[in-house]
């Protein structure tokens, strides 16, 4: 399939390795942050979020951790495995009317894990 | 698998034309939302659906259009297609406030 994100920024990790992939947002009033990976031909897949009243969330091997008042994000993912090689992109949400909200999203950072 | 589809997977279609995108929604999800995703870059928010209305829009203009159907099925249709239409076209289901779950795309080529 076509790649996605042929210029972003790449974290290079070995197999078995903490990875840490950062984010920055611009929205101070954003209440809700979400972290989706996406492989080449696909689209987004949810990994975890965050509301703005955390700091810390955790999952299966991932950790967003959510700093307000520098607005960073980042997500942590443990022992990296070769399945984990995607982009990753952060969101942010902007409420557009009723409550409902759109998402914002940041760069994409790509992860490429090596054996 | 989220449940959210799109058709087609592919497309190509030449500068004037229009084209038309479809996405099924996931079951119990009330909104749906498209985005597009240019080569490189993030999903950019193009508008979203909710019973059956436009709820918001981003920064695309008018030839940029939708419909929702009470199953919840929607269509994003493009008008007078342009060169940098060229991207993957992202459906997203979700309720209030929630995340939105997103299909795998449909790749479109504009010649």
């Known amino acids: 399939g076509e790649s996605v994100g042929l210029h972003l920024p790449t974290l290079s990790v070995q197999e078995g390795d903490n990875s840490i992939i950062n984010c920055a947002y611009s929205?101070?009033?954003?209440?809700?942050f979400i972290w989706y990976k996406q492989e080449s031909g696909k689209g987004p897949q949810f990994i975890i979020d965050?509301?703005?009243?955390?700091d810390k969330r955790q999952g299966q091997r991932v950790t967003v951790l959510l700093n307000k008042t520098v607005k960073h994000l980042s997500l942590q993912i443990a022992a990296t495995q070769p399945g984990d090689s995607a982009v990753y992109f952060c969101a942010e949400t902007a409420i557009i009317s009723g409550g409902y909200n759109k998402l914002i999203f940041g760069a994409g950072t790509r992860l490429a894990v090596h054996p | 698998e989220t449940g959210v589809t799109q058709s087609p997977t592919h497309l190509i279609k030449t500068r004037g034309q229009q084209v038309t995108l479809r996405c099924s929604s996931q079951s119990g999800h009330n909104t749906v939302s498209w985005y597009q995703q240019a080569l490189g870059q993030g999903p950019q928010f193009i508008f979203q659906y909710y019973r059956e209305e436009e709820n918001g829009r981003g920064n695309f203009p008018p030839r940029f259009s939708g419909l929702q159907f009470p199953n919840y099925s929607s269509e994003l249709n493009v008008n007078a297609l342009e060169l940098d239409d060229s991207a993957l076209y992202l459906c997203?289901?979700?309720?209030?406030?929630?995340?939105?779950?997103f299909g795998p795309g449909t790749r479109l080529t504009v010649l």
């Open positions: 929205n101070s009033a954003s209440d809700y």
């Open positions: 997203a289901s979700g309720g209030i406030q929630g995340t939105q779950y």
């Open positions: 965050i509301r703005s009243n955390m």
